[in-house]
């Protein structure tokens, strides 16, 4: 489906600021001078160039350009659905798997963010659902392998985005409010060097430039601020009603005094859709969220600990950006949170389905239906 907005706007300042290093005289924020070679290392003081890097062989393969730029993009926001897909059905099950998936790719405002990529925020969901795709493979087989690079892509995390911390910190928090017994007999020293080493190997370049620049990640940005929560949740809300581009990235029709009539097939299709139902604004999303929030009184066992993980992430990480100062305003800040909403929604469901008995597979697949239809 990201296909499929590809030519549909232009180029915006952030989705296309990872290229200044490269393309732009002395751009970016800070290089590392390795002999007679500059590394650029960072374009803002909490954005790293993990995607300069990534896109200079890109570049000069396939050329500057629209499709050049957001057809990876689209194809790093896809593996993040599979990466999804592999997590849930470790911890919770083939069922929970599907819907949660289902619900996450039909979401339009990760559709979209993944397309357009400003921010950016494709990275950051890949890299931290690899990272802890391989934190369960070392939870299964006990593989050092799997550890040390689990950590070392939370690493790269930071560097991409100093905000995975967000994430990152939620994530530590939630282990040990919720899986201490099973966690501290694997803590040994051993363990706790390779996991320090590895994510500070992956974040070495952010740490270089903290040296360099006394913390220059944390001057000016980390802001206490709790004035401004109620439209924080506000925008918290609209991402996952999926209304919070709206307006945003093109005005809609009632703002535009002569809209453009469809072009093509696909695009008549999507109009008469939206006649048909009334031009809805918002999916049900945020309803199917609460509800299954209803819900989590009724699971059990690893699936109600793996639902309470994925809600402390959740309020952890929002809260930290809620609470600083210029950070939660924007979608491309609460869309980094996903696809924690959808996890807790598949577990519940799908555990919730399983103790109905025969009934509760038809109520989970037209549940989990209505909200991909919306």
């Not at 604004?281 to 059990?300: K, Y």
């Not at 699936?303 to 210029?326: C, P, S, T």
Request: proline share 5%.
């Amino acid at each position: 489906m990201g296909l499929a907005f590809l030519p549909l706007a232009g180029i915006e300042n952030d989705e296309a600021l990872f290229a200044v290093v490269f393309y732009e005289p002395m751009g970016g924020g800070y290089a590392y001078r390795l002999g007679h070679t500059k590394l650029p290392l960072m374009i803002l003081s909490y954005l790293g160039t993990v995607k300069s890097w990534i896109y200079q062989p890109i570049y000069r393969l396939f050329g500057i350009g629209v499709a050049s730029t957001r057809v990876p993009a689209v194809l790093a926001g896809a593996t993040t659905i599979w990466l999804f897909y592999r997590i849930l059905f470790r911890v919770a099950g083939q069922r929970a798997a599907v819907i949660g998936c289902g619900i996450l790719a039909t979401d339009a405002v990760y559709l979209l963010t993944s397309t357009f990529d400003w921010g950016p925020v494709v990275l950051q969901h890949v890299l931290i659902l690899s990272g802890v795709l391989l934190l369960l493979r070392f939870w299964e087989h006990r593989g050092e392998a799997a550890f040390a690079g689990g950590f070392f892509l939370f690493g790269l995390a930071l560097w991409d985005k100093a905000l995975a911390i967000w994430i990152l910190s939620g994530m530590a928090l939630a282990a040990l409010l919720t899986l201490s017994r099973e966690i501290f007999p694997l803590v040994k020293w051993r363990r706790a060097s390779i996991a320090a080493v590895s994510l500070c190997t992956g974040a070495l370049p952010l740490i270089l430039f903290n040296i360099h620049t006394k913390g220059g990640t944390f001057n000016g940005t980390a802001v206490f601020d709790p004035g401004d929560l109620p439209r924080k949740a506000t925008i918290l809300a609209d991402t996952l009603r999926g209304s919070g581009l709206l307006g945003y990235l093109t005005p809609e029709d009632w703002q535009t005094p002569h809209p453009h009539a469809p072009n093509g097939w696909l695009e008549w299709a999507s109009a008469d859709l939206a006649a048909q139902t009334r031009h809805p604004h918002q999916s049900l999303q945020l309803i199917g969220f609460v509800f299954s929030l209803f819900l989590i009184p009724l699971t059990r066992g690893s699936a109600l600990r793996a639902i309470l993980f994925a809600l402390i992430v959740l309020l952890a990480g929002w809260l930290q950006m809620a609470l600083n100062a210029n950070t939660g305003t924007g979608l491309h800040h609460t869309i980094l949170l996903w696809p924690l909403p959808q996890a807790i929604m598949a577990i519940c469901f799908a555990d919730v389905s399983r103790r109905l008995g025969r009934v509760g597979l038809p109520m989970a697949a037209a549940v989990t239906g209505v909200l991909i239809g919306s």
